[in-house]
C-alpha cells in the first residue's frame, strides 16, 4: 500500500494548532489586580527592602542577649627549691581559676528588646509606603498602557472611516462629480491619520516596556497585555470619610507615629543605662605548698561583689539627647499628618475636576462630534457642504475623541494618586 505524505501546508497548519495553547498563554491579558499580584512578588527593589524588615527582626536576638559570663585561670607561685640535692620544679605552683558575670539592672535587656521592635515595626511601616509609592508608578504605567491602547483603538477606526471616504471620493472621480485637486486634498489627509496610529503604537510599546521593567519581566512586549477598564466613574465620596481612612491607613504617618513610641523607649533605656551594674565573680584556688604540715594541699574558695561608682559618668548625655529626640519625633508626626491631610484634598480636588470635565464629553459632546462628522460628510458628497467643512469636520471629531481619552487617563492617575493618599485603593 502506497503511503502519502501530507504536504507542508497541512503540517504546518497542524503545528500551529498544537502550539495554539501556548500562544493563547504567552499573549494573555493581565488584569490589574494580576500586574498588582506579579509586581509584588517579583519587583527587586521591594523585594531588598523586604529583607530590610527581615534584618531589623535579626537584631531583635541581638538586642534580648545576656552579657557572657567571664571565665579565667591564675596560675602563680611557681619556683624551684632544692630538696637534699634534688631540684623539685612546680612545688609551689597554685592554679586559681574564677568566673565573674555583669549583672544588668532596671530592666536594661528589656528595654533594647522593646525597642528592636519597635524599629521593625517602623521598617515594616516604611517598608508599606515604598510598597505604596512604587504601586502608583506601577498603576501610572498601566493606566498609560490602557490609554495608549485606546488611542491606538481609535486612530485605527479613524483610519478605517476615512478609507471609506476616500474610496467614495474616488468613485466620484470616476464619475466626474469631484474634481482631481480636492481628491488629491482629501487623500493627501490620510498621511496624518497614517502618523497617528505610528505615534499610538509607540507610546503603547513604551508604556509596555515601562510596566514590564517594573515587574522586572523579560517577555517580548509584543507577547505582553493589559486589560482594564477605560472609563470613569462619578461616585466619590466626601472629602472627610477620604481624611479618616488615610489617618488610619498611611503607612508613613504610621512610621512617624511609631517614631515617636521608640523615642520614648529609647529615654527609658538611657535612663536605665546611667544605673550600676554590678559584678559578680568567684574563684577557686588550689595551691601545692607543703608549708602546711597538716596537709600537702590547700584549696580555698572565694567571692566578690563590685559596682561601679557612677560619680561622673551617669549617662547624661544620652538621657537629654533622646529628651531632645522625643520633642523632635513629636514634630515630625505633625508635619507627616499635615502632609497626609494636603495629599488627600489635592488629589480629592483633582478626581473631582476631572469627573466635572467628563461628563458633558459623555453626556453630549461625543455624540455631538459624531453626529457633525456624520452629518457634513453625507452635506459634502451630496453638494451641501465645502471641502474645507468636510475636513474641519473631521479634524474636530478626532480632537474631541482624543481629548476624551486624555481627560480618562487623566481622570485614572488621579485615582491612583488619591489612593496613594489615602493609603489604600478606596477608588478601584
Not at 208 to 236: A, C, E, H, M, W
Amino acid at each position: 500500500m502506497k503511503h502519502v505524505l501530507p504536504s507542508i501546508p497541512v503540517r504546518a497548519c497542524a503545528a500551529l494548532l498544537c502550539l495554539a495553547p501556548a500562544f493563547a498563554r504567552a499573549q494573555q491579558s493581565l488584569t490589574w489586580d494580576q500586574v498588582k499580584a506579579r509586581f509584588e512578588a517579583t519587583n527587586p527593589a521591594l523585594k531588598a527592602d523586604a529583607d530590610n524588615v527581615d534584618e531589623m527582626r535579626a537584631e531583635e536576638i541581638t538586642a534580648y542577649l545576656r552579657p557572657n559570663p567571664q571565665f579565667g585561670v591564675t596560675v602563680d607561685g611557681t619556683q624551684i627549691v632544692p630538696n637534699k640535692g634534688i631540684w623539685e620544679p612546680l612545688a609551689g605552683t597554685f592554679v586559681s581559676p574564677s568566673i565573674s558575670y555583669l549583672h544588668e539592672r532596671d530592666h536594661k535587656r528589656e528595654l533594647r528588646l522593646q525597642t528592636a521592635r519597635e524599629g521593625t515595626q517602623i521598617s515594616e511601616s516604611e517598608h508599606e509606603d515604598l510598597k505604596r509609592n512604587l504601586e502608583f508608578t506601577l498603576r501610572t504605567a498601566f493606566v498609560d498602557t490602557l490609554q495608549a491602547k485606546f488611542v491606538l483603538d481609535l486612530a485605527k477606526a479613524d483610519l478605517d472611516y476615512y478609507d471609506k471616504i476616500i474610496a467614495m471620493s474616488a468613485d466620484r472621480l470616476k464619475a466626474g462629480d469631484l474634481a482631481q485637486i480636492d481628491f488629491d486634498r482629501i487623500e493627501l489627509q490620510r498621511v496624518q491619520y497614517e502618523s497617528e496610529i505610528e505615534t499610538a503604537v509607540v507610546n503603547l510599546r513604551t508604556a509596555k516596556i515601562q510596566l514590564l521593567q517594573l515587574l522586572n519581566d523579560r517577555t517580548p512586549v509584543d507577547q505582553f497585555d493589559v486589560s482594564g477598564d477605560f472609563d470613569f466613574s462619578d461616585s466619590l465620596q466626601p472629602l472627610d470619610d477620604y481624611r479618616q481612612t488615610a489617618l488610619q491607613s498611611r503607612p508613613d504617618l504610621a512610621a512617624a507615629l511609631e517614631t515617636v513610641d521608640q523615642s520614648k523607649t529609647n529615654y527609658k533605656l538611657a535612663v536605665s543605662n546611667g544605673s550600676t551594674d554590678p559584678t559578680l565573680s568567684a574563684w577557686y584556688t588550689w595551691n601545692s605548698s607543703t608549708n602546711n604540715p597538716d596537709t600537702d594541699n590547700s584549696q580555698t574558695l572565694g567571692f566578690s561583689y563590685s559596682i561601679p561608682l557612677r560619680v561622673f559618668d551617669r549617662n547624661q548625655g544620652e538621657k537629654k539627647r533622646t529628651q531632645i529626640d522625643i520633642d523632635r519625633s513629636q514634630q515630625a508626626s505633625d508635619q507627616t499628618k499635615a502632609q497626609v491631610f494636603s495629599d488627600v484634598d489635592t488629589a480629592y480636588e483633582l478626581v473631582r475636576s476631572n469627573i466635572a470635565l467628563l461628563k458633558p464629553y459623555k453626556a453630549k459632546y461625543n455624540d455631538e462630534a459624531l453626529r457633525v462628522r456624520d452629518t457634513v460628510s453625507y452635506a459634502y458628497f451630496h453638494g451641501g457642504a465645502s471641502l474645507m467643512d468636510f475636513l474641519n469636520a473631521q479634524a474636530d471629531y478626532r480632537q474631541v475623541q482624543l481629548a476624551y481619552a486624555q481627560l480618562i487617563g487623566a481622570y485614572l492617575t488621579a485615582v491612583g494618586q488619591l489612593n496613594l493618599a489615602v493609603g489604600r485603593e478606596v477608588i478601584p
